[in-house]
């Protein structure tokens, strides 16, 4: 059974960081892309990157090009997201997502729980 | 980046009648589309990939259609637990985008 769990998420003050993980299990993770999507509270769905089953890939929003990080750790099958100088727009609940083969990828059979982040003084 | 558009925002109706929902794309996205279901509380699941491939495990009451800027979702008859909000997104190009979502609740 394939699971992700998210955690790392927390309060954070405008210009400060934090360490997103997801522990995945139930496939092989170096063998899929992963991506990170986002959802502000009340509101829709944003992808903000991804990131290739070797890690040799990566890719941004527009939003968060600059500031946060995508990585992962296919010996500890883990997907990181380092998220720096975090600003209010930001606040959102976090969900890693397993790229679906038969899309290349590129859209996501399986997402976590999802961790709380908040940008706030 | 390609800007998803959904239609309409809000879609009331009882279960038994069919659902059509409406993405529309800035811009070719070939087939390049999928559809997602949400809940209140959980995470998105995916339905549709590729304008109209049904993703594992999806009632055949859901079907996908469309082609470069215009695609339709429907839900041939809609049973309770599709009360729900649905997303398209586009993986045609970087960055991907998601639409605004519709909301079919019970009317």
């Known amino acids: 059974e394939v699971q992700l769990l998210e955690s790392g998420g927390g309060l954070v003050q405008p210009g400060g960081s934090l360490r997103l993980s997801c522990a995945a299990s139930?496939?092989?993770?170096?063998?899929?892309?992963m991506s990170w999507v986002r959802q502000a509270p009340g509101k829709g769905l944003e992808w903000v990157s991804a990131?290739?089953?070797?890690?040799?890939?990566?890719y941004y929003a527009a939003s968060v090009k600059g500031r946060f990080t995508i990585s992962r750790d296919n010996s500890e099958n883990t997907l990181y997201l380092q998220m720096n100088t975090l600003r209010a727009e930001d606040t959102a609940v976090y969900y890693c997502?397993?790229?679906?083969?038969?899309?290349?990828?590129?859209?996501?059979?399986?997402w976590g729980q999802g961790t709380l982040v908040t940008v706030s003084s | 980046e390609i800007v998803l558009t959904q239609s309409p925002a809000t879609l009331s109706l009882s279960p038994g009648e069919r659902a059509t929902l409406s993405c529309r794309a800035s811009?070719?996205?070939?087939?390049?589309l999928a559809w997602y279901q949400q809940k209140p509380g959980q995470a998105p699941r995916l339905l549709i990939y590729?304008?109209?491939n049904r993703a594992t495990g999806i009632p055949a009451r859901f079907s996908g259609s469309g082609s470069g800027t215009d695609f339709t979702l429907t839900i041939s008859s809609l049973e309770p637990e599709d009360f729900a909000v649905y997303y398209c997104?586009?993986?045609?190009?970087?960055?991907?985008?998601f639409g605004p979502g519709t909301k079919v609740d019970i009317k």
């Open positions: 990131i290739s089953g070797s890690g040799g890939s990566t």
């Open positions: 997104q586009q993986r045609s190009n970087w960055p991907f985008t």
């Open positions: 997502a397993k790229g679906a083969v038969y899309c290349g990828g590129d859209c996501f059979d399986y």
């Open positions: 590729d304008a109209s």
């Open positions: 139930g496939f092989t993770f170096s063998t899929y892309a």
């Open positions: 811009q070719s996205v070939f087939s390049y």
